[in-house]
């Protein structure tokens, strides 16, 4: 089979095209036919190794632990592994796993659910990584409501895309924030209001949020925390990319936020089938739709990673296989 393939860290220049075994499924995966999968920050940290904590997390101190990037993926079942009990050869699935920049990958069941019959393959492939973190970030640590004020800053990327439409599922009222270029597209997919951030300090609004899901926090977590209402919620998805200043926000952030009196979360994903349900649910009464920025074939896997490592991806940006 074909795979996007590497041997050590690096920048997407070492990204090669090569001819290698099909893997085969241990007892709880799935071999699946890999129609589609979509490129993630996440992806260009672990190629990188970037920041140094991501080689602490299990991707390999010296050399990565993982030779085939690509954590989401959309696709047919070719075999199954003899414990698996809830799917079947042919069977189409979406989910999460690394390997989907190749013609074939294995996934764990658990981290696996029956794809929308909706949505296409690319669609499907968009949504694990971005629409479970937009997901746990709003109920799981923001505790959104019904009825309720949340602000998405980032709005336009990724995991902004499918937080403005979860948040409008769960009954919030939602603003986004998002440069200019972007503004129509966010409103379209349901914000209640748009705010340019080059045009607005909307930090200095008199508005008060109860959940501020900020996907792009490159700057003092004081300005959102003062944002909020008094028994508001600020979640932070994204930021800085140095080890230093991940771990000067571990010490810090958390005594800012006592001295503001607010609640500020930081959190990593946890990919499980119970939420890829959810959002299959959602996809297939499109009260969800993933929003794909550009496609790329599986050869131009390196220059994708380069557009969405640029940070300026509209949504999603798919490898069709």
């Known amino acids: 089979m074909k795979a996007i393939f590497r041997t050590a860290y690096?920048?997407?220049?070492?990204?090669e095209l090569r001819e290698i075994d099909k893997p085969v499924p241990k007892e709880h995966e799935l071999l699946v036919k890999v129609c589609a999968a979509s490129v993630?920050?996440?992806d260009w940290h672990i190629l990188r190794g970037d920041p140094f904590l991501v080689r602490l997390m299990g991707f390999g101190l010296l050399k990565p632990k993982h030779q085939i990037l690509g954590a989401d993926m959309a696709g047919r079942i070719e075999a199954v592994g003899k414990n698996v009990t809830q799917f079947k050869a042919g069977d189409e699935i979406f989910g999460s796993s690394m390997g989907g920049f190749a013609e074939y990958a294995c996934i764990s069941e658990k981290r696996a659910a029956l794809k929308p019959a909706a949505t296409t393959f690319e669609e499907a492939a968009a949504v694990p990584v971005a629409g479970i973190t937009a997901l746990q970030?709003?109920?799981?640590?923001?505790r959104l409501q019904s009825g309720q004020d949340v602000l998405i800053n980032g709005a336009s990327g990724g995991v902004g895309t499918f937080a403005v439409q979860i948040a409008k599922v769960m009954g919030a009222r939602v603003t986004g924030v998002c440069s200019g270029r972007n503004v129509e597209m966010v409103r379209s997919i349901g914000a209640d209001e748009v705010i340019d951030y080059t045009k607005e300090d909307y930090w200095l609004s008199d508005k008060k949020y109860d959940l501020i899901v900020d996907t792009a926090a490159f700057y003092s977590v004081r300005k959102p925390l003062r944002a909020l209402k008094p028994a508001g919620i600020c979640v932070l998805v994204g930021g800085s990319?140095?080890?230093a200043s991940i771990l000067i926000s571990l010490i810090f952030n958390p005594?800012?936020?006592r001295i503001e009196g607010k609640k500020l979360?930081?959190?990593m994903a946890n990919i499980n089938q119970s939420d890829l349900v959810f959002l299959r649910e959602q996809l297939d009464s499109r009260k969800i739709v993933p929003v794909i920025d550009r496609k790329y074939s599986l050869s131009e896997t390196p220059e994708a990673i380069r557009y969405v490592e640029g940070g300026h991806a509209r949504?999603?940006?798919v490898i069709v296989i």
């Open 137 to 142: 970030s709003l109920r799981d640590h923001g």
């Open 255 to 257: 005594l800012i936020s």
């Open 241 to 243: 990319a140095s080890t």
């Open 10 to 15: 690096g920048s997407a220049d070492i990204l």
């Open 315 to 317: 949504g999603k940006v």
């Open 40 to 42: 993630n920050p996440l």
């Open 265 to 267: 979360v930081s959190f």
